[in-house]
């Protein structure tokens, strides 16, 4: 059972437009989500991360939306470059430390 | 750099050959966790430590095994590998009441044969 699911396992944008990547979740207690990027050969990095008391946070070219209500979370990419083609996976919490991952999109980002 | 390594990078057993993976970690952070990651599916939580203290998931085989000898080890032992084993294990460490991000190693990944 896939409390936290990525349903699109991959996505491809052009350099400069914007990438939405979609996480939907169905377990209400989790209460912190967290979004992870992945190179190839490397272990996932903590990107950025959203308290359940907001319902947006922004990091430079990346800003992530919470829905509480629709269980759903996205992460914007704007403008997108090349460099951030990688695999992000999607995580929540429900204050256990401990993740629950989702299966992962892959971006690719073209010229 | 602080950082968490994972030894080897690659592992190759043989059916039912025992083998064991570690991970070590200079953030002096608390709690440690192993993930298994198959191909295109989520990492899933095996267990982890709060310091010595051993938290295993339900549905983790009991081929699955751990160690922590100190706070800057741990190691991940698979008794009786089998086929269904192969795969990306993954090492991460976070400190208590940090929800912000756990830090994860390279990876280890298993081939069995």
């Known amino acids: 059972d896939q409390q936290v699911k990525q349903n699109s396992p991959s996505l491809s944008v052009q350099e400069g437009r914007i990438s939405i990547l979609n996480c939907d979740y169905t377990?209400?207690?989790?209460?912190?989500f967290l979004w992870y990027k992945k190179y190839p050969a490397e272990g996932p990095t903590f990107l950025i991360s959203?308290?359940?008391?907001?319902d947006k946070n922004e990091d430079g070219r990346f800003t992530v939306f919470l829905n509480k209500s629709a269980k759903h979370l996205s992460l914007h990419i704007v403008p997108s470059q090349p460099g951030d083609s990688a695999v992000y996976f999607c995580?929540?919490?429900?204050?256990?430390?401990?993740?629950?991952f989702g299966t992962g999109t892959r971006l690719q980002v073209f010229p | 750099d602080a950082m968490v390594i994972q030894n080897p990078r690659y592992q190759v057993t043989q059916f039912g050959k025992p083998v064991t993976l570690s991970c070590s970690q200079t953030l002096n952070h608390n709690v440690m966790y192993w993930y298994q990651q198959k191909s295109s599916q989520a990492p899933k939580l095996l267990f982890h430590y709060y310091d010595k203290d051993f938290n295993n998931e339900a549905d983790t085989p009991d081929n699955f095994q751990s160690r922590r000898p100190n706070t800057s080890f741990c190691f991940l032992d698979i008794r009786s590998p089998g086929l269904g084993d192969a795969a990306m294990y993954l090492c991460a460490t976070s400190a208590t009441g940090d929800r912000e991000t756990q830090y994860f190693g390279p990876g280890t990944r298993l081939l069995v044969l």
């Open positions: 377990n209400s207690m989790f209460d912190y």
């Open positions: 959203i308290s359940s008391i907001k």
């Open positions: 995580a929540a919490d429900d204050n256990t430390d401990k993740l629950i």
